[in-house]
T-cell receptor
Framework: SQTIHQWPATLVQPVGSPLSLECTVEGTSNPNLYWYRQAAGRGLQLLFYSVGIGQISSEVPQNLSASRPQDRQFILSSKKLLLSDSGFYLC???????????FGPGTRLTVL | GIQVEQSPPDLILQEGANSTLRCNFSDSVNNLQWFHQNPWGQLINLFYIPSGTKQNGRLSATTVATERYSLLYISSSQTTDSGVYFCGIEGAQKLVFGQGTRLTINP
């Protein structure tokens, strides 16, 4: 069966520090991968999505970046965190375009 | 891009009541999915329903793609149904969501 992992589960970082969040999927190959952010309130904002290794599409211009170094690994990064980067970061995967989507447990990031 | 609107934004009900949540979308889509986010933040896929009607226990969903809307029905609500319900739309390789409906079921 397929499993999606995210770590860390919680993170407290000072403003200006770097960030690296990792997401890995097990039990499938060539998934579509997504990063979302859920700020205070409830909306899910699509940040990045990837349809293959090295292929990243950005939805929102900001100080975050994403990379997909391996088929089932998706990394969210920042060189310098802002207060506004605080939120709940969720990784998701689906079987290609149009497939059923599954979410990881999320990372709660607090920038102080 | 595709616009997704969910209504109502908030819904408070007593245990045992029935509810209907709505999702409207602005363009033709490849698929539509309903998710439940529990109070701990975990998102669970409830239905994958690009068209037609599906049922799973007390929950059912109907999508009318030609009229660009979907409905999620919850019958005989339980306190564990509380949380936020999201409608997700896939188009052009992207999966985008509405703002959700926050459902609170009081005992």
């Amino acid at each position: 069966s397929q499993t999606i992992h995210q770590w860390p589960a919680t993170l407290v970082q000072p403003v200006g520090s770097p960030l690296s969040l990792e997401c890995t999927v097990e039990g499938t190959s060539n998934p579509n991968l997504y990063w979302y952010r859920q700020a205070a309130g409830r909306g899910l904002q699509l940040l990045f999505y990837s349809v293959g290794i090295g292929q990243i599409s950005s939805e929102v211009p900001q100080n975050l970046s994403a990379s997909r170094p391996q088929d089932r690994q998706f990394i969210l990064s920042s060189k310098k965190l802002l207060l506004s980067d605080s939120g709940f970061y969720l990784c998701a995967w689906s079987y290609g375009a149009g497939g059923r989507a599954y979410f990881g447990p999320g990372t709660r990031l607090t920038v102080l | 891009g595709i616009q997704v609107e969910q209504s109502p934004p908030d819904l408070i009900l007593q245990e045992g009541a029935n509810s209907t949540l709505r999702c409207n979308f602005s363009d033709s889509v490849n698929n539509l999915q309903w998710f439940h986010q529990n109070p701990w933040g975990q998102l669970i896929n409830l239905f994958y329903i690009p068209s037609g009607t599906k049922q799973n226990g007390r929950l059912s969903a109907t999508t009318v793609a030609t009229e660009r809307y979907s409905l999620l029905y919850i019958s005989s609500s339980q306190t564990t149904d509380s949380g936020v319900y999201f409608c997700g739309i896939e188009g052009a390789q992207k999966l985008v969501f509405g703002q959700g409906t926050r459902l609170t079921i009081n005992p």
